[in-house]
């Protein structure tokens, strides 16, 4: 299930969004600063940002700095701003899509699918069971960056909603390589692994 966090201060839009979204079967998460969103951000993971740009404490502009830092995790900024130096910075920025309020639902939710769509189409298509495919987007998402066997232990679980426990994981990893190749994942040996397109 995709991951969406919805960075918002508009508490009635969040909720307006958090049902349209989870209708479409989307696990949904929402921060109502910029703070709050980067420290949601790294626990959760998520496969897509909704992305305000003026928020409470600091510009949306900055927490897509900190994303893009991270990984290449899809951002689409959703806005009242439509000065076309904004959309400009946010798409040099490195954003996936520049949506402004108002925003018909229906087709805020044919772009978010068509996105995470292409974004699936980066790595080879094959049958992938559910921890191997949230082990690839935790990965995925943390392009090049190293992430702790401790970290994929604790964001993983199986089907039944049960802890992934270590010997589980390094089978899993071993399958994942072998379906999408074993070039993607590098082991950093005593650590834990690191994504590489």
Known sequence: MSRILIVEDDTAMVFGLKFALEKENFEVFSAGSAKQ????FEEI???LVLLDLGLPDLSGFEVCKFIKQKGDVPIVFLTAVDEEKEIVNAFEMGANDYVTKPFRVGELM????????RNEKQVPE???TAIESRLLEILR???N???TRNILLEKLWDCKGNFVDDNTLSVNIKR???KIGAEHIITIRGIGYRWKD
């Open 45 to 47: 993971l998520p496969s």
């Open 37 to 40: 969103a980067i420290k949601l």
């Open 141 to 143: 998402a943390n392009k």
């Open 176 to 178: 994942l390589r072998e």
């Open 145 to 147: 960056q190293v992430v």
């Open 126 to 128: 094959k049958s992938l």
């Open 110 to 117: 044919a772009r978010i699918k068509a996105i995470l769509k």
